[in-house]
């Protein structure tokens, strides 16, 4: 107890006296994050020793033992250690187990092989689709449509749930944004003020007065035909809701603006084996566009309409496999491990790049303005766009003709 008051006063210290020289230094909000990280070096786990309180279970009983399997991407049993030892203390005929994947494709490929799969394995809000015959929806009298539709952002219902059943629970969001290299864009004297532009014709100007330096080793932005920088179709995708095309792609017009868009864009630099994350770090790059993390300064992305901005989102969630032995029992563990005290606890222990997409009176009009891809982001479209984008850039094809083969791509799913 000692021990836990002298850090506690350490902390109020430096809330008294660090205050004004860290707002001063680095503004507010990365006060907070300050904040933040030095509170969770002080308590890397909660102060309060019991167990957290379970609510009464409908489906799992004390008086059987059960084995959870459970596959993640990236985030894995770290993630949820508080929660996990709670569950299992108050249980102890419960075994939670979890195998983490690294890459978004290992996962994928496993859950696609069929065979054996776990009761319960995080989602991306595209994947759905293409499940439907792994995955079991949710027993009613745990989950309900309303409770995706008042509890979480409005992308939510679209992303995770038909008309009556709901097939999988949001846990993060990761945002698409915009990261530039402030140096670099002024050791070359373009005037870009605080962004590299707020809209794309904006933004597109720019990049023509950094081409007209004749720089050949170095790129405004990480536009390629191929896989060294995956999120040019991602840039597609994001025009593609900004301008809300429908999904008649032939003859949307705003697809094919959003893809001769993108060939206005297109940095030849990145058709080499060149890593965009290389080229960032290196300062051969000026700006470029990912989910990740990759740098400290960024903004949103630039919009089509600045009235009715629009931001691409991916959300992940937990889903339970169609071939668990027990599968009300899993939906109860997903349950527990997104309530509202296991989740806050999973956000301060991974990436400060994640978004709890729980709504808020405070986060409502940010959650509001974000879309997500649906069926456009399918993990198979990614060689499928690269191989006709870089079709189009050589004039093989027409834009028409790119964006017939995206829409049979999809018809023959």
């Known amino acids: 107890m000692k021990k836990i008051l002298l850090k506690f006063s350490a902390f109020i210290y430096c809330l008294l006296f660090a205050f004004p020289l860290?707002?001063?230094?680095?503004?507010?909000?990365?006060?907070?994050?300050f904040v933040h990280n030095f509170w969770e070096q002080i308590f890397p786990e909660p102060l309060v020793d019991i167990p957290e309180q379970i609510d009464p279970l409908l489906y799992i009983k004390?008086?059987?033992?059960?084995?959870?399997?459970?596959?993640?991407?990236?985030?894995?049993?770290?993630?949820?250690t508080w929660a996990v030892s709670s569950f299992e203390q108050e249980y102890p005929n419960v075994k939670i187990n979890f195998r983490t994947y690294s890459t978004e494709e290992s996962l994928w490929n496993a859950l696609q092989q069929g065979g054996d799969l776990p009761d319960i394995f995080m989602i991306k809000d595209s994947w759905l689709p293409y499940m439907w015959n792994i995955s079991s929806p949710a027993p009613k009298d745990l989950y309900q449509i309303s409770d995706i539709e008042t509890g979480f952002l409005p992308a939510s219902k679209t992303a995770f749930c038909t008309e009556t059943k709901v097939w999988a629970i949001p846990l993060y969001l990761r945002v698409f944004k915009m990261f530039y290299n402030s140096s670099f864009l002024e050791d070359d004297r373009i005037a870009l003020g605080?962004?590299?532009?707020?809209?794309?014709?904006?933004?597109?100007?720019?990049?023509?007065?950094?081409d007209e330096l004749g720089k050949t080793k170095t790129s405004f932005v990480s536009v390629g035909a191929k896989e060294n920088y995956p999120y040019t179709k991602d840039l597609f995708i994001l025009l593609l809701l900004q301008g809300e095309s429908g999904d008649n792609l032939p003859n949307s017009s705003v697809a094919s603006d959003a893809l001769n868009y993108l060939?206005?864009?297109y940095t030849p630099f990145f058709d080499k084996e060149v890593s965009y994350l290389d080229a960032f770090e290196k300062n051969r790059l000026g700006v470029t566009f990912s989910y990740d993390e990759i740098g400290n300064l960024f903004t949103g992305v630039p919009q089509l309409n600045t009235e009715k901005p629009?931001?691409?989102a991916e959300m992940w969630g937990f889903a339970v496999s169609s071939k668990s032995s027990n599968i009300n029992e899993s939906w109860e563990i997903i349950k527990f491990l997104t309530n509202e005290r296991n989740r806050n606890d999973f956000f301060l222990k991974t990436n400060k790049n994640l978004i709890n997409p729980v709504i808020t009176n405070e986060n409502k009009d940010f959650l509001n303005k974000l879309v997500v891809a649906g069926k456009w982001n399918h993990p198979d479209f990614l060689s499928i766009f690269n191989k006709n984008f870089e079709k189009l850039l050589k004039k093989y094809i027409t834009t028409k003709e790119a964006l017939i083969n995206f829409d049979n791509f999809y018809k023959e799913l």
Do not use: H, M, R, S
């Open 263 to 265: 060939t206005l864009l």
């Open 22 to 33: 860290a707002t001063n230094a680095f503004g507010y909000y990365d006060f907070k994050e």
């Open 194 to 210: 605080d962004k590299p532009g707020e809209t794309w014709v904006e933004f597109l100007n720019n990049k023509n007065k950094y």
């Open 310 to 312: 629009l931001y691409l």
């Open 62 to 80: 004390q008086n059987q033992n059960y084995e959870f399997e459970i596959w993640t991407y990236q985030y894995g049993e770290d993630a949820f």
